[in-house]
């Protein structure tokens, strides 16, 4: 199983900057089935994006993915008050069991 | 609108037992794999099972295996997770998430609030 590593650990920025998150996989993802969740301190994890770039339902345009083969990114363009929160990766699609990044924690400077 | 309901969380001893259930709605449940996620307090992500929507092939990671068992009542649009020989390092918040396929993709596209296992004497 791919091993996904996450950086920075945390992302110190203010609103209206831009946020870059990185996910680097330690083998190649296959079909760029990559995903990002979301989470809210108390709160599930949410979906943003699945197959590397594309939004799920209900996601801000703001939020965009890039990447292929083993880097990926998340991109929040201006950050809004809501976008604190802690941001995983996971690959899927291949063989069980699936793994997520460790996380980073995108937090208000 | 789709809803995700855990419930059967709480305080057990090492060694004990217990079944989480996560009664579904809004969905064809048997048209989609469903899976357990689990959270360590103050830590990340894990994956702990899937199945698929027929319930015919399970998933396991290897830190459960053996000793939970994932299973599902599509005439009660319900999930079960079965857990026994319960550890101190169990003791997580479990949700359960749906997946958008049949088989586990796993993606999870819906999750739900989350019930808390603790395992401590």
């Known amino acids: 199983e791919a091993v996904l590593t996450q950086s920075p650990a945390t992302l110190s920025l203010s609103p209206g900057e831009r946020a870059t998150l990185s996910c680097e996989a330690s083998?190649?993802?296959?079909?760029?089935?990559l995903a990002w969740y979301q989470q809210k301190p108390g709160l599930a994890p949410r979906l943003l994006i699945y197959?590397?770039?594309s939004r799920a339902t209900g996601i801000p345009d703001r939020f965009s993915g890039s990447g292929s083969g083993t880097d990926f990114t998340l991109t929040i363009s201006r950050l809004e008050p809501e976008d604190f929160a802690v941001y995983y990766c996971?690959?899927?699609?291949?063989?069980?069991?699936?793994?997520f990044g460790q996380g980073t924690r995108l937090e208000i400077k | 609108e789709v809803q995700l309901l855990e419930s059967g969380g709480g305080l057990v001893q090492p060694g004990g037992s217990l079944r989480l259930s996560c009664a579904a709605s809004?969905?064809?449940?048997?048209?989609?794999?469903m899976s357990w996620v689990r959270q360590a307090p103050g830590k990340g992500l894990e994956w702990v099972s899937g199945?698929?929507?027929?319930?015919?092939?399970?998933y396991y990671a290897d830190s459960v295996k053996g000793r939970f068992t994932i299973s599902r009542d599509n005439s009660k649009n319900t999930l079960y997770l079965q857990m026994k020989s319960l550890r101190a390092e169990d003791t997580a918040v479990y949700y359960c998430?749906?997946?958008?396929?049949?088989?586990?993709?796993?993606?999870?596209?819906?999750w739900g609030q989350g019930t808390l296992v603790t395992v401590s004497s």
């Open positions: 998430a749906k997946d958008p396929l049949f088989e586990p993709y796993p993606l999870f596209d819906y």
């Open positions: 809004g969905i064809t449940f048997s048209s989609h794999a």
């Open positions: 199945i698929s929507g027929t319930g015919g092939s399970t």
């Open positions: 083998q190649s993802v296959s079909s760029n089935y």
């Open positions: 197959a590397a770039s």
């Open positions: 996971q690959q899927y699609g291949s063989s069980l069991p699936i793994t």
